[in-house]
Each structure stands twice: as C-alpha cells, then as structure tokens.
C-alpha cells in the first residue's frame, strides 16, 4: 500500500499551502498544530479513496488539507474544553499560548479549511461543501453530547456510540468521500466507501479509549485522561451497567471527584477489569471493524484493491499507521 507516498505528498502540499502569514499571533499557533508529528490519517484516507476510484491524487490535495485543517479546528477547541495539557505529546495550543488564542486560531483553521474547497468548481464543489458543512455541523453536536455527558449519569452504550459517531467517525467516512467524490465516483460507491470510513472511525475511537486507560505511558496523551476528566466512555457505562449496586454507587461517587487522584484512576481500573469491560470493548472493536470490511465487498472496484482497504483497516486498528 502506498501510505507513505500518499503522506509524503500530503505533508509536501501542506508546506506549499502555509506560507507564512500575518498577524503571527494568529498564524503561528496553526503553523504549530498543523506540524506536530502525526498519522495524518484522514488526509491519507482522503488520497487512498481518489487514487483507488481512478482519480488523481494531486486534485484531492486542496481536500485533503480542508479535511485536516478542519480536524485540527476540531482538536484545539476540544482540547480547550477539555483543559487538555497534551496533544500528540506536545503542549496544546491553549496551554501553550493562551485560551483567546486558541479559540481565535481554530475559528481561522476553520475558515481556511472552507477556503479551500474553493478550488473545486461545479457539481464537485457543491458536492465537496455539502458533505463538508453536514459534517462539520455533526462533529460540533457530538462534541456537546461529549459535554452533556460529563455533568449527567443518565446516559447508556447505545447513546455513547451515537456521540463518538458523531465527533469522530463521520470525519473518518467524510475523508474517504471526499476522495470518492474528486475521483467521480458512483453513488453507490460513495455511500459504501462513507459506510466503510463510518464503523472504522468508531472501531478506532473506541480503541482510542481503550489505550486511554489500558494503552500505557507511550500514547502521546495524558494517560487515563478519560478518568481524570470523568468522561462517560464506553468503559465506564458498561462497567455500571454489569456493576453490582454497591459497586455502582462507588464507580458514580469516584466519577463525581474532581480532584487528579491516583487513587480514584487505580480503584477505577480496578473496576473496569472486575467486570471483564477491557474484553468487552475488544469484542465491540472487532465487531464494528468487521462491519466496515463488509462494505468493502460491495464496492465496484478491483479485487486486489478491496485487499488494500481491509489490510488499511488492520493496520490502522493495530496501530501499524
């Protein structure tokens, strides 16, 4: 598979396209998240679907960029709510510069993103921006039911997985669309690779959470982060759904601390292996990556390339990319 190309020419378009701009007070914290090291998985995603379609890589450049300025938009306003230290293992641009900063900056990441499908014309652009804009809007009311979350104890599995849907795997389906979109590709072809992108984006997502407790210190984020931060993950909810009554209460009154204790990330762990939750989660992993590769068999292009979109998904869940 061509992964590496494909991320070296992305990586080559996206110092091209951030030519340095003023103010720098403006510009300088993009510059910054735009070049921490990282996988750069839904622009690859993004060139692999145009390159698999029949399209050619370098139009999906300008899209593959808009899907990663928008990702990171994403990253520094979710890292702001959250009061997040690290990002990729480095300062978060809140932290690093200031909270007005890092609002102001990840609106201009926004705009930019949105700026650059202005190089499509016609019935693409129109296509482009429609997915862009549905998107975007869904990534924004999945990161307030990752909020509501937070302050409440009524939420169940079912309403998770429709949260991290929304804030995380319709981004990964949308990169893959836009790339079938560039390459002119059918309807039907469209909506499996979308269908594809969708499962594997929470198949990751729930893998991401997994790591967050269970993934130790090498993550690149603030280990059991998801703890600290009380956040109603998969889990957490599963846990409390097996849990007895008096184990119940004690996971809900740990999750009403505040305070950083390592004590309350230990006994909480504790917890989540106590009700076998850890295998759970796998199981649920393995499920939805499973779904993803099913659409693969649907899609209208050549045997040898579905190979490479299920080796993609193996990879990817694995953390070989």
Not at 168 to 179: D, E, P, Q, R, Y
Request: with cysteine.
């Amino acid at each position: 598979m061509k992964l590496n190309i494909y991320k070296a020419d992305f990586l080559n378009h996206l110092k091209k396209r951030l030519l340095k701009k003023r103010p720098e007070g403006l510009y300088n914290p993009i510059y910054y998240i735009l070049n921490l090291e990282g996988k750069r998985i839904r622009p690859i995603l993004t060139l692999m679907s145009c390159d698999l379609f029949g399209g050619k890589i370098t139009n999906a450049l300008d899209a593959a960029l808009a899907v990663e300025m928008f990702h990171n938009f994403s990253l520094i306003h979710d890292d702001i709510m959250d009061d997040a230290p690290l990002r990729r293992g480095a300062i978060t641009v809140h932290e690093k510069w200031s909270l007005n900063t890092g609002i102001l900056s990840g609106d201009a990441l926004l705009v930019w993103a949105k700026q650059l499908l202005e190089s499509y014309d016609g019935e693409q652009y129109k296509s482009l921006n429609t997915l862009f804009t549905k998107t975007a809007l869904e990534v924004c009311e999945g990161q307030q039911y990752d909020f509501d979350f937070e302050t409440t104890f009524d939420v169940n599995v079912e309403q998770y997985i429709n949260m991290i849907t929304l804030k995380t795997a319709v981004l990964v389906a949308a990169s893959l669309k836009f790339g079938a979109i560039i390459a002119s590709a059918s309807q039907k072809d469209s909506e499996h690779i979308y269908n594809y992108g969708l499962n594997l984006g929470i198949a990751f997502q729930l893998q991401d959470d997994y790591l967050d407790v269970f993934g130790g210190d090498n993550f690149g984020k603030q280990k059991a982060g998801d703890i600290i931060e009380n956040k109603k993950t998969f889990l957490f909810l599963k846990t409390l759904e097996l849990a007895n009554e008096k184990d119940s209460e004690k996971l809900i009154e740990l999750y009403k601390t505040k305070v950083f204790s390592e004590e309350k990330v230990n006994e909480v762990t504790l917890l989540f292996e106590e009700y076998k939750t850890p295998q759970l989660i796998e199981e649920e992993i393995r499920r939805y990556t499973l779904k993803a590769t099913l659409h693969i068999d649907n899609l209208s292009i050549e045997k040898n390339k579905k190979e490479l979109l299920k080796d993609f998904a193996k990879q990817l869940m694995n953390r070989e990319i």
